[in-house]
């Protein structure tokens, strides 16, 4: 009778351990509440990060123009950098764009001047420049590197038989000449001309 007993005990125990298994098995992987509303404080944390990575980026801008302004000149709150390197117009202009910054291209009589002087100093005192000019698109619609209408405008128009620009449609990108005391000439954007990056200061 004890056998007996015993057998039965030990055949309850093994049912009972394969249920419980088999339960242990059976139990579903807890998901995600996709319904659940995110954890206020993480998102404070990534606020934060976010912050200092656009913080970082903007010390990195401003350390970058600082160099430009050391090694070339400050203008009216912008940086220039000469480039006496000679190159065809979209050359020079890509080479800026690679930079950070654009063709140069003066928006008053006052920073014209202090361009052609930084000009003078760096590059030579008989040279032309590519200006941030262009009327590629439409013929006589001169317009800056951002394709808005250039606001200032220095032509030489000292000689009446040609009043500059006068190229047409041969010659669409714009020049500062020192020769002509930094008025400007339209000129063939395949000829090779040193340039001046301009930086606008944030």
């Known amino acids: 009778m004890e056998m007996r007993g015993a057998c039965v005990l030990l055949g309850v125990l093994l049912l009972t351990g394969c249920s419980s298994s088999q339960n242990l098995t059976k139990k579903k992987p807890l998901k995600k509440d996709a319904t659940k509303a995110p954890n206020p404080a993480i998102e404070a944390l990534q606020k934060q990060i ?3 990575f656009q913080e970082l980026n903007h010390l990195k ?3 970058a123009l600082q160099t430009v302004c050391l090694k070339g000149t400050k203008i009216n709150g912008k940086c220039f950098l000469a480039d006496p390197l000679s190159k065809q117009y ?3 202009s890509e080479d800026c764009n690679s930079l950070g910054g654009v063709l140069s291209a003066p928006t008053s009589m006052e ?3 202090q361009l052609r002087d930084y000009v003078r100093q760096s590059i030579g ?3 032309d420049i590519w200006l941030g000019i ?3 698109m439409t013929e006589g619609a001169w317009v800056d590197q951002t394709g808005l209408s250039a606001a200032y405008k220095n032509w030489d128009i000292s000689d009446s038989r040609f009043p500059q620009p006068d190229g047409g449609q041969a ?3 714009g020049v500062l000449s020192l020769s002509a005391q930094g008025k400007w000439f339209d000129e063939n954007c395949r000829k090779s001309k040193p340039s001046v990056c301009q930086f606008n200061i944030v």
Do not use: L
């Open 134 to 136: 262009n009327d590629m």
């Open 50 to 52: 976010d912050d200092i």
């Open 90 to 92: 979209h050359t020079a």
């Open 111 to 113: 920073e014209n001047q």
């Open 61 to 63: 801008e401003q350390q």
């Open 125 to 127: 005192p008989d040279q």
């Open 171 to 173: 010659q669409n990108c």
